[in-house]
């Protein structure tokens, strides 16, 4: 459950004698070692003028062709999630300028949220929690029959069953498995989605129930207001006093994504920089030469997206450069093993809570 937003320090007086540490009003242009020591409230973001305007606009077309009412309304913070009581939806901060979205690219190998699909995506996801919380569907019978009790704990990790229909799918994780709250937010993006034909998808599958639940459901509030009202916002970055560069160290840390030195053991089990393989092929070019047939296959078996992948590999073939590795068996003995270990690094990712649970 979420809470408010934490009591914010006093800004520190500079020391006497030594000036106070100014933030140049174009923080876009510095390099990433500058920038990552920008406060949050000094960035000067928001949803306005930026890319994410007419994807919450597109949102909204969508909700007024199914005849509901109700907005949800939205803030940045450092994170994506719909607190818990609260008909809102927090968008990460990096969303709301380019410049951001780089620097999250190289911090965490990936920007959630970061094409315009994958945004909406998430966009409509949230909106199904904020639905929830606006006419407090939770309580209903009939949804706790179908999707489970919303009290139920939420799990630190979840091994989902990725043959199971009894879910719809619609992020990647198997999101729906995760939760029953999860479940209700996955069946309300995949009702709301337009032209998704729900129906033939999943004609055949237990998860069509709840789909048809979701449209009795979301019928019966049409042109409905709200039932709660409050505009609350939760750790929105406009209050927060802290720095990129501990927001990272902290998002990595929690996640198993430090740098540099992430992949090292994984990486020397199959290749090695003793001085005997100095003059066989490098690991980073065999990594190279092998990238596109890996990362589809392992796309095809883990449900993950190929350029979510792709992000590790290449995060693998610079540290395989950095450390000057080679290989040290057989070609195709290390292409299947390479396979194998990012087919694990991946699952690790999708079990990890890196697609986190969205309270």
């Not at 990129?244 to 992430?262: S, V």
């Not at 993950?304 to 992000?311: E, F, L, V």
Request: glycine share 4%; aromatic share 10%.
């Amino acid at each position: 459950m979420a809470v408010g937003p934490p009591s914010l320090p006093a800004s520190p007086e500079p020391s006497q004698g030594q000036p106070a540490l100014v933030i140049p009003s174009d923080w876009q242009n510095l390099p990433d070692e500058q920038l990552l020591d920008v406060r949050f409230c000094e960035l000067g973001l928001s949803i306005e003028g930026s890319n994410l305007k007419p994807r919450i606009a597109q949102l909204h077309s969508e909700l007024a062709a199914r005849g509901l009412q109700f907005r949800p309304h939205y803030w940045l913070s450092t994170e994506w999630f719909c607190p818990d009581g609260v008909p809102g939806v927090a968008i990460p901060f990096y969303l709301a300028h380019p410049r951001l979205m780089r620097l999250e690219n190289t911090q965490m190998l990936e920007v959630e949220g970061g094409t315009p699909e994958w945004c909406m995506q998430i966009l409509r996801h949230e909106a199904g929690h904020a639905f929830d919380n606006a006419y407090a569907l939770r309580r209903k019978r009939r949804r706790i029959n179908l999707f489970g009790k919303p009290s139920q704990e939420y799990p630190d990790v979840y091994l989902p069953r990725p043959y199971s229909k009894s879910f719809v799918l619609h992020l990647d994780s198997w999101y729906a498995q995760s939760h029953p709250d999860e479940d209700f937010a996955e069946t309300f993006a995949v009702w709301l989605t337009p032209d998704s034909d729900w129906r033939a998808r999943f004609h055949d599958w237990p998860a069509l129930k709840k789909l048809e639940y979701m449209n009795q459901l979301m019928s019966g509030l049409t042109n409905q207001p709200p039932t709660v009202s409050t505009r609350r916002r939760v750790e929105p970055v406009d209050r927060m006093r802290g720095t990129l560069r501990r927001h990272y160290a902290k998002k990595r840390a929690h996640y198993g994504l430090e740098h540099p030195n992430f992949y090292d053991r994984d990486l020397r089990r199959l290749f090695s920089d003793a001085p005997e393989f100095q003059q066989n092929l490098k690991a980073s070019r065999f990594i190279k030469r092998i990238q596109r047939d890996v990362r589809r296959r392992v796309a095809e078996w883990a449900g993950s997206y190929q350029y979510t992948i792709d992000q590790v590999i290449v995060n693998m073939i610079r540290r395989a450069d950095e450390l000057d590795l080679r290989l040290k068996y057989p070609e195709e003995q290390t292409h299947l093993d390479f396979m194998l270990m990012l087919t694990v690094q991946t699952m690790n990712y999708l079990h990890s809570g890196r697609h986190r649970v969205a309270l």
